[in-house]
């Protein structure tokens, strides 16, 4: 049997997969792939003596399925974001621009035996309070991503002052939980303000533009609102501290 035999038909061949073969390729079962194409999700085959064939678009389409549906969106959610209006493209191009690391900020994989060493010893209890926070993300075999490599420097430079890494790790928690809030409307913004008005208006062509260049201005404009706003709100913190303690020492 050749070798072209023996391999499973990769999505380069346009329109040369059965949905079994559509299935084995994308990892999803024939019935899901049925069910996205019954919801409009999923663009119809080529149909060749009665079978239908599947090619480079439609794996595309079920990966962006399955990475929205990673993400947390629902079925229902996606359906409304990528179905109606046939913008699939589109949506992977903003998912792109959204999950693309910040400048300066690409994600570090570390093993729990550098991160024991940066941090002065194992605790199990803390390390996973920094996972519960998003702190770090663990990828299995002792191995764990820092979405921001930025907060570990921070930590370890808290820790070298003297502040205990726990007291460090539950400020952040705090702090992470006031971001959480600002980024919530932040975005919201955005929705309020640019999202709505476009899609109330059918998406028009010519505004996608638009809409992918403050996608991708979000995130780092955010950013820059917030640490301005903090270091307004830091300064008036500690000039208030010092001036109650200075008061107490009279």
Known sequence: MSKATQDPPTAEAEASLTVEQLAYETGMSVRNIRNHQSRGLLPPPEVRSRIGYYGRQHVERLRLIQELQADGFKLSAIERLIGEHGDAD???????????PIAGEAPEVLTREEL????????????????????????GEEKFE????????????VVAMGIPLPAAVAA??????????????F???FLAELWKPFDEAGRPEEGWEQITSSVERLRPLGAEVLNAVFR???TAEIEKAFGEVLERDK
């Open 232 to 234: 307004l709100d830091l």
């Open 172 to 185: 952040i928690g705090k702090l992470k939980r006031n971001s959480q809030s600002s980024a919530r409307a």
């Open 116 to 139: 024991d060493e940066r941090f002065g010893g194992r605790d199990d209890k803390l390390l996973a309070k920094t996972v519960k926070l998003g702190l770090l993300v663990e990828l």
């Open 187 to 189: 975005v919201s913004l």
């Open 90 to 100: 589109r949506f992977a191009g903003l998912r792109a621009a959204l999950t693309n």
């Open 146 to 157: 820092a979405p921001s490599p930025a907060l570990l420097r921070a930590a370890e430079e």
